[in-house]
């Protein structure tokens, strides 16, 4: 009875041994698959915030592009982006972009810059040197690549000396070809532009966009500071590109395209400088003043300017091989 007993107490544990084995085996089992399924899930949610990062940063990155487009059109004359790159992280990224101006028909690279972008942009630190000038000389300021970058003069300023690069005109060599920023004795408009600068290839406008405040800076400047510490930079210039041999329908193309770079801009100078013309009335391109113009050409095609009682100043910007 007792060795009965015994063997149904065996019995009972090794049916316990075999429960507690299958629990574990099911056990297992559920949770390889809680992980199977954990890990598709994570997969797929990886894929999805992958792919909704990258159109979401592809977004932001072109509108980007056309903003820094505009942007670059407006405040650098003759001014483009000819090559970006840009690299993506997580909800933003940066933008290398080239920036280079077309001289004629041949390109000349500027510099190169760096623009992040997106709701969380990579941090970005630059260094960098500005030019020089010693005493008695016109302050040079370079691009990146070594072209000089043109001064200009507004023709309602009066000022204390006038830069006249044209008069060293002949020591360029005539393999050269020639940009030069020209500064007029007053505002004109687009039908005089051909007979005060007959012959000459014209690739840029200056119009006048500066506010009261702006003219009163200058004008106290040009009277308190040294005859050659008083201009107007380029780059705080405003104008538009003008195409090769451009008549006067196409002058007003160009003009509406310029108008086009300031409304989507999304820079509240530019939107303000907007309005301002839009009120005086110069979205009518043929009343437009314009204050200065860009001509290039080889040495013996710039001569003709020489002498030119229109031209108060003029300043070199690029100067490249020809060919």
Known sequence: MGDKLNDNELDQIFDEDKLDRAIKKGKQKSTKRTVLISLLVACLAFLLITAGNAALTINMSNKTFQTMSAYIELTVPNGYISKSVDTFGFLGGRSNYTISRTIGNKPAVLEERVQPFGLLPQFIMTRGRGGGHSAGDWPSTY?????????????????????????????????????????????????????????????????????????????????????????????????????????????????????????????????????????????????????????????????????????????????????
């Open 143 to 323: 691009w990146e690549f070594g072209y000089n970058k043109m001064i200009f003069f507004h023709p309602q300023i009066t000022y204390k000396e006038y830069k006249n690069d044209l008069a060293n005109l002949s020591q360029i060599g005539n393999d050269k070809l020639i940009e030069v920023g020209l500064s007029f004795d007053k505002p004109y408009t687009i039908s005089e532009l051909a007979n005060i600068l007959p012959g000459v290839n014209i690739s840029w406008c200056w119009i006048d966009s500066f506010t009261k405040d702006e003219m009163n800076r200058y004008k106290k400047e040009a009277e308190k500071y040294d005859a050659k510490a008083t201009f107007i930079s380029e780059f705080d210039t405003l104008g538009f590109n003008l195409r090769p041999s451009a008549d006067n329908e196409n002058f007003g193309t160009d003009y509406n395209s310029f108008l086009y770079n300031l409304k989507i801009s999304s820079n509240q100078k530019f939107l303000a400088i907007l309005d301002s013309l839009t009120t005086k009335g110069y979205t009518d391109p043929s009343k437009v003043p314009i204050l200065g113009a860009i001509v290039y050409g080889t040495k013996d095609q710039l001569e003709s300017l020489l002498g030119n009682s229109h031209i108060k100043a003029s300043s070199f910007g690029v100067i490249t091989e020809k060919y």
